[in-house]
């Protein structure tokens, strides 16, 4: 069979070029860091040559981004913005902002409070618009590209903002912080849906290490936050007590993995699922639960998931039982169960995979994970 070749990026960051990427994937040349660094967390710099052939303006064509000296100049916001964010900041308040997360007191925040709170701090601005271009990519098919680079050029222009304001961290900017990772949180799920790009083990683990670090300035302020509107964030999604005697389905899918695991670790994160999935039984701000669990596992867990241990692994690959569920109703989280799913089975031997009963595993997390979102669907109809 003939060979295929494919064209590198000629323009692209050194690491691109390192790397040799594909057309498929190749940098998108966005500055100051192309989307595939920003993604995989790499060191991202541009040879003299190249760069001074970035230097023109680029506000006339939204899909290129402006110099980094504008994302760290809080003072002049509006040397950011073009037409194209406009028609991005009109969807966001009458679409994006409703289909984030569920009940009145979300809608409100991010409809109404989040917008007022953005007037004076640009980095919710980029923030919105860069969650709110994803949006578009994922339901506009057709202008995919288009929009993804916007996504791109204004979470490149926010996220060195956002590590300057953790680095420094006050109660004066706590809440902006906090709102802000949220925003991010949402853009790092989201993206590689658009991106059509499969991650893998040690990629998804490094998106979900910034939504970890994160939520630690939310909890040393958080007496500050119960005083803003980001309160809700601290609030359980759980509306109502987890009743004895409820449905045991939820608590019937981890018996098999608990038969399983012998590390203290991996029984406290087994414990904290079990948690998460009597409160999506019962409650109603499922995408919360769906992406919270990730971020809030401690911390031997979490080594022991980054050591690549098959046990972690495997109760990695249970969280999906709350992933695949939400994904019908939430968009933001689409595609990630298989994603997860994929790039466990990847990091695997087969020697470990059988020695694990990976197959019998996934066949149980599936059909688990559709069982709960019938049950959901039919006790909230």
């Known amino acids: ?29 966005g500055e100051p860091s192309c989307g595939r660094c920003v993604r995989t967390r790499s060191d991202c710099h541009y040879p003299c040559v190249e760069s001074d052939l970035k230097s023109s303006p680029a506000t006339s064509n939204p899909s290129k981004t402006p ?5 760290r100049d809080l003072s002049a916001p509006q040397s950011s913005f073009d037409l194209f964010d406009i028609t991005l900041m009109h969807h966001y308040v009458i679409n994006t902002s409703e289909h984030l997360f569920m009940g009145a007191q979300q809608k409100k925040l991010w409809q109404q409070e989040i917008p007022a709170l953005a007037a004076s701090n640009v ?5 919105f618009l860069a969650v709110t271009a994803i949006h578009c990519a994922w339901k506009e098919t057709v202008r995919r590209d288009l929009f993804r680079s916007r996504a791109i050029h204004h979470h490149g222009l926010s996220l060195p903002i956002f590590q300057e304001m953790v680095f420094s ?6 809440e902006v912080i906090v709102a802000y990772s949220v925003l991010l949180s949402i853009w790092i799920y989201a993206f590689p849906e658009i991106a059509a790009e499969q991650q893998s083990l040690d990629d998804i683990l490094s998106t979900i290490e910034v939504i970890r670090c994160s939520r630690t ?3 040393l302020y958080r007496e500050v936050i119960k005083e803003t509107p980001m309160r809700v964030f601290l609030n359980s999604p759980l509306l109502e007590p987890i009743l004895e005697g409820q449905d045991s389905s939820a608590c019937q899918m ?46 031997g867990y979490w080594a022991r998931l980054r050591d690549h241990h098959p046990n972690a692994i495997l109760v990695f690959a249970y969280s999906t039982l709350l992933i695949r569920a939400s994904e019908h109703e939430c968009w933001w989280v689409s595609g990630w169960s298989g994603r997860i ?16 009963n990976w ?5 149980w997390i599936l059909a688990g994970a559709e069982k709960l979102a019938n049950t959901v669907r039919w006790r909230h109809r």
């Open 1 to 29: 069979m003939p060979r295929q070749f494919h064209r590198k990026s000629r323009l692209g960051c050194s690491e691109c070029r390192k790397r040799r990427i594909k057309l498929a994937n190749q940098c998108d040349e």
């Open 67 to 71: 110099s980094s000296s504008v994302a």
């Open 123 to 127: 980095i919710l601005v980029h923030g």
């Open 169 to 174: 961290a006050s109660s004066e900017t706590a």
């Open 217 to 219: 300035v939310a909890h």
């Open 254 to 299: 981890l018996q098999f993995l608990r038969g399983q695991v012998s590390h203290q670790s991996d029984k406290n994160a087994i414990q904290q699922l079990q948690i998460f999935l009597d409160q999506y039984m019962t409650g109603y701000d499922y995408n919360r639960l769906a992406a919270t669990w990730m971020a809030s596992v401690d911390k």
């Open 341 to 356: 799913l994929q790039a466990c089975s990847a990091i695997m031997s087969e020697e470990v995979k059988t020695t694990i």
């Open 359 to 363: 197959i019998k595993h996934k066949a």
